[in-house]
């Protein structure tokens, strides 16, 4: 059984770092067409953050986050990483990591779109207070 696993969320103040984690497991990263980072605030759309593509490894970054988040991954150890450096009230989210098994996000061209996510973690909260 596929499973995705996010951990590293928590209460921060703004300024603060934090560093989640997702481990995949059932299922080798390299497969992947692309893995990456949603959110979704309250009463908002879940959005895109962070994603990697795993056959020629690009990343790519929500305008919002650039420069201040970094994705990564250890394909060793099929996890992928989002640290989280300066955040913002306005990063207060359930994260969620996602991975696409099916190529949907090659066939639309994008990242940013979850329909074209097939396999969905349970989500780990961060929290930024001002």
């Known amino acids: 059984q596929v499973q995705l696993v996010e951990s590293g969320g928590g209460s921060v103040q703004a300024g603060g770092s934090l560093r989640l984690s997702c481990a995949a497991s059932?299922?080798?990263?390299?497969?992947?067409?692309?893995w990456g980072w949603f959110r979704q605030a309250a009463g908002k759309e879940r959005e895109g953050v962070a994603a990697?593509?795993?056959?020629?490894?690009?990343?790519y970054y929500a305008d919002s986050v650039k420069d201040r988040f970094t994705i990564s991954r250890d394909s060793a150890k099929n996890t992928l990483f989002l640290q989280m450096n300066s955040l913002k009230p306005e990063d207060t989210a359930m994260y969620y990591c996602?991975?696409?098994?099916?190529?949907?996000?090659?066939?639309?061209?994008?990242?940013?779109?979850?329909?074209?996510?097939?396999?969905w973690g349970q989500g780990t909260q961060v929290t930024v207070s001002s």
């Open positions: 990697i593509s795993t056959g020629i490894v690009s990343t």
């Open positions: 059932g299922y080798t990263s390299s497969g992947f067409f692309y």
């Open positions: 996602a991975a696409d098994t099916q190529g949907n996000t090659v066939i639309h061209g994008t990242w940013a779109t979850p329909p074209d996510y097939n396999l």
